[in-house]
């Protein structure tokens, strides 16, 4: 007995086993989020709200390139160096954040029109928090470099845990179920997902300036990882936006509920790629090898892949029902294929994160043609719900087909050039 207590004391959750639990309770928390809005507002009305969360996902990819970028080099840069680059990356981020809050708010008219929503108001109060989700992905990200992630883990759980009472509260306590009421919890979800904030590290009256190499450095992985953010956001968000555009709010309602339910295989993938990036980047700096980490975090996705399509696979309306309810049934028949989809963007992401982190372009590249490949065969066959879903699992299954020869091509290439040393 003694023997077993000692080996139980022995074995510490490791900070990175901390972070995993903290993303597994955040997503938890985002998809009670939106399974009780689903619930509570019906088909037609959680269109809109919908629209919101997709917005919040466009917004976080576009922050997560000040996030990524912040991440790999505050694992390159230390001291002075590290103090200066914090402090200029707040202010452009800061700045970017603005003019796009600023531009959501202008636009918000237009934005009612293009996506069919009740009120222009819930665009206004979204645009509003934007600068603040700018500086909150900036603080991440030196937490992420750091691999600081008892801290990371904290302004994860703010945000979720606020945009959840708040939202809710607002809605059981005052009887009000409008699109505004859930901006409202999403901005501010922002203030609270700013802390913990460290500013010990920061000096905006810094006399130092980076050297040019430096600089290139960070404009070069900047643009990439820019590029493969917008890549992002356009195969993940683009089907939503455009159902909202070509069906009526009750199928946009109903596809919003597949497509909420499907991409839990990206949401647990994410987990993987916060741990990968910094990792790959440490061991590139000490002159290590880096696959060993690729192919473990491709093992676990490919795993809980399997694992998720085959589930929704075998019960598809019990799922549908116990998430979202009998109103939602009629999405049963294609939540499998969706989590195919999702399945293989997923494993895909990893192989293009990874290059990502090892300044390589080329993945990149891939997933912005297949992006826009995705979006095309949208516009072009949108007849119905299913054919949607299927243009879908065609562009992602192409794309992990090409991820895969061109790893395939790296792995001959770099073992070529061994042989010849």
Request: some cysteine; glycine content about 6%.
């Amino acid at each position: 007995m003694m023997q077993l207590l000692a080996v139980l004391k022995s074995r510490k959750v490791t900070p990175e086993q901390l972070f995993m639990l903290s993303v597994l309770t955040v997503n938890g928390g985002n998809y009670l989020y939106n399974l009780i809005l689903g619930r509570v507002l019906g088909p037609a009305e959680f269109a809109d709200a919908a629209v919101l969360i997709t917005l919040l996902l466009v917004l976080s990819f576009v922050a997560m390139t000040f996030q990524l970028v912040t991440a790999k080099f505050s694992v390159l840069f230390e001291h002075t160096l590290f103090k200066t680059f914090i402090s200029k990356i707040y202010k452009q981020a800061f700045v970017i954040g603005l003019v796009l809050g600023v531009l959501i708010i202008v636009f918000a008219p237009q934005l009612k029109v293009v996506f069919n929503t009740s009120s222009s108001s819930m665009f206004v109060i979204f645009g509003c928090g934007v600068p603040l989700y700018f500086l909150m992905s900036v603080n991440r990200g030196a937490f992420q470099g750091k691999k600081a992630y008892k801290f990371l883990s904290i302004t994860y759980q703010g945000e979720m845990l606020s945009r959840l009472l708040i939202t809710l509260g607002l809605i059981f306590l005052f009887n009000l179920q409008s699109s505004a009421i859930i901006a409202t919890g999403i901005a501010l979800s922002f203030i609270f997902g700013m802390f913990p904030f460290k500013t010990d590290h920061i000096s905006f009256k810094a006399s130092h300036e980076l050297a040019s190499i430096d600089k290139k450095h960070i404009k070069n992985f900047f643009l990439l990882t820019a590029f493969y953010e917008l890549t992002q956001i356009i195969i993940n968000n683009s089907d939503i936006l455009l159902v909202k555009h070509y069906f009526e709010s009750y199928e946009a309602g109903l596809y919003a509920s597949l497509a909420l339910i499907g991409r839990i295989v990206y949401f647990l993938a994410w987990m993987f790629v916060m741990l990968l990036l910094p990792s790959v980047v440490a061991l590139k700096k000490e002159g290590k090898e880096t696959a060993s980490v690729l192919f473990k975090y491709v093992g676990y996705i490919a795993g809980i892949s399997i694992v998720i399509v085959l589930t929704c696979l075998s019960f598809p309306e019990l799922i549908i029902k116990i998430l979202f309810g009998e109103q939602y049934i009629a999405m049963a028949p294609l939540l499998w294929k969706y989590a195919i989809a999702t399945s293989m963007f997923a494993i895909s992401n990893i192989f293009a994160y990874y290059y990502l982190s090892l300044d390589k372009y080329v993945p990149v590249v891939i997933s912005g043609v297949f992006g826009m490949l995705q979006m095309g065969l949208v516009i072009f066959f949108h007849d119905s719900l299913e054919q949607v879903v299927h243009m879908q699992i065609v562009a992602m299954t192409l794309l992990l087909i090409i991820q895969l020869v061109f790893f395939r091509i790296e792995i001959a290439t770099h073992k070529k050039a061994l042989s010849k040393e």
